[in-house]
């Protein structure tokens, strides 16, 4: 009986390397996905931050202290910071018209002011950070005060939050660039009394180009599946890190007495500030090399030397997909293992009430019924509870791969010899 109840809730097979890295090269994970939460966002945007302010934010969210937050959360940051710069891209086109570019530059500087607010509201959060000396004080000695520095670091990462389509029209549009419909007609207007039809095409073509970035992951045609649409792999490796840790903390199984132990073997905190670190000094990494080899690479032999220097780097990527995999081994037992869980609970809500049932069972002179009932409970408890054995098995081999073996130390950025 719990092999049925369970296996017919049983979760979806946790992803290979394979798979995470396929959508890595895609840069698209099949289905619609919920943004990160904040807590998952911050820990990536720590990976912006030098390792010292990264460990003082890992510190702070691992004992419960307060982080900036955001109403709207983290997502809509970034979508505001990408509506300014796609506004700020099409101004820099010389052939706008000035009548266009007037009204492009007022909404630019009302994007400016709503990044500016939050910005404030993130570096200088109220309540969040200590204020006054004393307490200022208090949480130096205690190794939690992020640093003002630190704090414009911090922000600028959230710039750069994990979100998927990103550059999906519906998203822009809700960044506040719901004024360009405004801006056709206006444009339209002023064509149709002077006769230059000109800047009427130029507005159909800017419309309609906003509207088509990143349509593959924004509307998708009835029947079609829709993807979740990222920048590059790098951006969709540090979404998966983050979606996968949603997935454990929101879980009750992993906040549950029978995974205390393994919930002291891993600082998930720190292990995924640590994987963001990592891929995002290897993007900075690969942007170098991408630079280096466009500026050099009619020499042959420095062509050659880049090409060694990014074969060594794909054991890197390799050990980062593997390391999440390895999160994702964690959630998916967690998740089976929360099966388990609700179905003991209700053995147990059973139970309860077996007195009861004995009682009944008597006054009709039928007890046999009743102890069969009693074994049969037994029996499906202890199978239950062999299950969770199990899974805390496994749980503790999978969090012993998320760490690297040995600590890798990249260069912030690289020099062409």
């Keep these: 009986m719990v092999d049925n109840s369970v296996g017919g809730h049983r979760m979806m097979p946790a992803r290979t390397s394979e798979q995470i890295r396929e959508w890595c090269d895609r840069s698209a994970i099949p289905g619609e996905r919920r943004e990160l939460s904040d807590t998952a966002a911050l820990l990536i945007a720590s990976g912006y931050l030098t390792p010292g302010g990264r460990a003082i934010v890992v510190r702070r969210i691992s004992t419960g202290r307060p982080m900036p937050s955001m109403s709207a959360g983290f997502g809509d940051l970034r979508r505001l910071q990408r509506a300014i710069v796609q506004i700020e891209h099409q101004l820099s086109n010389p052939m706008v018209p000035s009548v266009v570019a007037a009204v492009m530059r007022n909404r630019l500087n009302g994007l400016h002011r709503r990044r500016e607010d939050a910005r404030k509201q993130i570096v200088a959060a109220k309540g969040v950070f200590a204020s006054g000396t004393r307490a200022i004080r208090r949480e130096r000695r205690e190794n939690v005060y992020l640093e003002i520095e630190e704090r414009e670091r911090l922000f600028a990462g959230l710039l750069c939050t994990p979100t998927p389509n990103v550059n999906a029209s519906s998203y822009v549009r809700r960044a506040g660039t719901a004024a ?238």
């Design 180 to 417: 360009f419909d405004r801006i056709a007609g206006m444009v339209g207007q002023v064509a149709s009394k002077s006769g230059n039809t000109q800047a009427g095409q130029w507005a159909d073509q800017f419309l309609s180009g906003t509207r088509s970035v990143g349509g593959q992951g924004g509307e998708s045609p009835a029947g079609v599946p829709r993807n979740a649409n990222f920048v590059d792999g790098y951006e969709t490796l540090l979404y998966i890190t983050g979606h996968y840790y949603d997935r454990i903390l929101d879980n009750p199984a992993w906040r549950s007495d029978h995974f205390e132990v393994q919930r002291t073997q891993v600082n998930l905190h720190a292990e995924v500030a640590e994987i963001a670190a990592d891929v995002i000094a290897l993007r900075a990494v690969r942007i170098d090399l991408d630079r280096a080899k466009r500026n050099g690479g009619f020499d042959r032999t420095f062509a050659a030397q880049i090409d060694k220097r990014e074969t060594t780097l794909r054991p890197v990527w390799t050990e980062l997909i593997d390391r999440v995999q390895a999160l994702n081994e964690v959630a998916h037992v967690v998740e089976s293992a929360a099966v388990e869980l609700q179905v003991l609970s209700e053995y147990n809500k059973a139970a309860t009430i077996d007195d009861r049932i004995d009682a009944l069972i008597a006054r009709s002179g039928d007890r046999e019924i009743s102890v069969d009932n009693a074994k049969r409970l037994t029996e499906q408890v202890r199978s239950g509870e062999e299950q969770l054995r199990i899974y805390r098995d496994v749980l503790q081999g999978n969090i012993a791969r998320i760490s690297p073996a040995v600590p890798r130390e990249l260069p912030a950025r690289y020099e062409p010899s």
